[in-house]
């Protein structure tokens, strides 16, 4: 096996979990991710020395995943609604996927949506996702503070507290 | 870095974090699948005629690449379409990539299928990535209509065609997209895109806008191309 061909071996061995994880976070849909995910990295590989020099590849794969996944919802012609937010309704049996968290995450705009899973389940700080994104870090953080406010308010309205619920 | 970070003070992205990390992910295919695949859209790609036109817009409107090929073919996407680019197959046989410059452009994506076209790209937004020296062969890479490469003219007037063909890329180097958003200068306020040949192994990146002649330092007239699109003619 070559050196680039090695390289390529290790890093879908190590990003695999974190990379599917991030595009069922923001789909909601387990097995399209798995199939987003390994189109993904079929076309990494076809372009691994470009990709490998990325300075974030698994973000390559993860947007990657995520476009190749809007594409194939629009030639299969599915009637699960998009929302307007390029993302599906979730599949059954999408275990784990259903909380009320996570359909949170999938309601934010497209951009905030991007932000928060490159920052949670990708690792990367605000500059390496402000480079990704070809934004400025300020407008990275600006995403992240409205994202972080819209899922606090769609938990509180989802989980409503005691306090909520004081007779007066 | 000593900055506020929104991510370690929130508590819902680590719960977010908490929720994903139990659900059980799906098991990872054997390399030699993905391997397969990947050779697969080689073969699709270089069956495809080569072959593709960038067209610089008016104010207002989008930069369009038009790539001919045999799309449509099972498994290559009829559309692609994301907020800052669409690539669309016709019917007729030609593809067209749109860019809307009102909308930040997807560097990663559109590297992504530009090769998926077997056009090798460094598409970068706010820089312009070149090589010294710079490398030969851009004419025969890439052509322009009306005035040929080299210095485009503002928006005003007939729209310049740019056609690029991937067979021609000189081994060991790669097409370099620059876009900016200009701010000063006598075309503040428009954007501008550069295009030329980089030394793949060997390029450095620069976010100063090239200035005079819309082409980097190094690259003489025949070896780029720079439009202005957007922002208001005439200004």
Redesign the interface.
Known sequence: MSKDESGF?EF??ES??PC??AV??STGD??LA?EQV??A???????W??VSR?PAPR??IV??AL??G???W??RSRELPLDGHDVAAPSKGA???D?A??AA?RRLP?RQREV?VL???LDL??EATAR????APGTV?AH??RA?AA??SE?AHANPTEADHVPH | MSRTDPMTDSPELRELQEAMSGVAMPVRPPLEAITTRGRSHRRRRLSAVAGASVAGAAAGTALILGLTGLLGHAGVPKEVKTASFMIVSHANGTDTLTINPSELLNPSQLEGDLAQYGIPAEVTTGSICTSDPAPAGFAQVVSSSPAGPGTATPTSGAQPTITIDPSAIPAGTELSIGDFQLSSGPNAGEQQADFVLIDASSYTCSSTPPSSGILPSGYGPDDGIGLLYGGQSGS
């Open positions: 071996a879908f061995q695999w979990d599917v994880r069922a976070a387990l097995l798995e390994a189109e990295f079929a076309r990494a590989w076809t372009a020395r470009k990325h973000a390559w947007r990657t476009n190749a809007a594409s194939w629009r030639r275990a784990g996927l909380t968290l996570l995450v497209g928060v920052r949670v389940f700080d605000v990704e994104l070809g934004i953080r992240l503070s972080v899922l606090r938990l």
